[in-house]
């Protein structure tokens, strides 16, 4: 006979998980809960808060305006996945969304955006950034939330890089037409960062201030142009390939 399956609902949550702790959810969760899947006490779901793993949970409380949750063990163990950073020039809304969930499907750490001479969007919702990551990783079974950082100018973010974190620039003029190639010149296990700039470009002052970033690697992403949302998903899934935890 097969194997009964498990509960297919996650949800994250900021408290620490460990056997027999209790979670009160806050209001969105008890009516997802609650209200919208309609759960009683003893149904069980799976829960995780980027620390702990992930953990089997049964609902302990149920009602209109109170759900509390009970941790019954752990399922996961904390997975983290690369060192990985993604820098990017901030795009409009829905586009920015989607660009924030495929990161975090794609295992980034840290989602930094950066505002250069032609950045498309002026302003940068934090919570909303953070609000989509997560709904991302309960939906695609990712256990690690990554960073949100502030905005910061570009050339304010070159100027103090750091020296061990080697600089993945996406750049269709790039010497190396192979991205493969221009990869396999980073030692695997390197802290990395991924950096897409705007649909716009790169100025020739930002272009050269990028080229002085110590270590700084150029890769080509084909003889295509593509969208900014579209070059995330492509530079990160070949970084996971060669260097990440794809390999």
Not at 30 to 55: C, H, I, M, S
Not at 136 to 160: H, N, S, T, Y
Request: proline share 6%; with cysteine; aromatic share 4%.
């Amino acid at each position: 006979m097969p194997s009964k399956p498990g509960p297919s609902i996650r949800l994250f949550i900021a408290s620490d998980l460990a056997e027999r702790a209790m979670h009160d959810c806050d209001a969105d969760q008890t009516n997802y809960l609650a209200t919208v899947l309609r759960l009683d006490a003893g149904a069980e779901l799976l829960v995780f808060n980027g620390r702990d793993g992930e953990w089997l949970a049964e609902i302990a409380e149920a009602g209109r305006r109170t759900c509390r949750l009970r941790a019954i063990k752990r399922v996961r163990p904390q997975m983290d996945g690369p060192d990985l950073h993604y820098l990017f020039a901030p795009l409009k809304r829905s586009r920015l969304d989607y660009m924030v969930q495929k990161a975090t499907e794609l295992g980034v750490a840290r989602l930094a955006p950066v505002m250069t001479r032609r950045t498309q969007a002026e302003r940068v919702n934090l919570d909303r950034m953070r609000a989509n990551a997560i709904e991302a990783a309960e939906q695609c079974g990712v256990l690690r939330i990554p960073e949100v950082a502030e905005p910061e100018k570009l050339d304010r973010v070159l100027a103090v890089w750091p020296a061990s974190r080697r600089l993945i620039f996406c750049d269709e003029a790039a010497d190396i037409a192979s991205p493969l190639a221009a990869l396999g010149t980073i030692a695997p296990g390197s802290p990395l960062a991924v950096l897409i700039g705007p649909e716009g470009g790169f100025t020739v002052e930002e272009r050269d201030a990028l080229g002085r970033v110590p270590g700084v690697v150029r890769v080509s992403l084909g003889p295509r142009i593509m969208r900014a949302d579209t070059a995330a998903v492509a530079a990160l899934a070949l970084v996971n390939a060669v260097l990440g935890d794809w390999r």
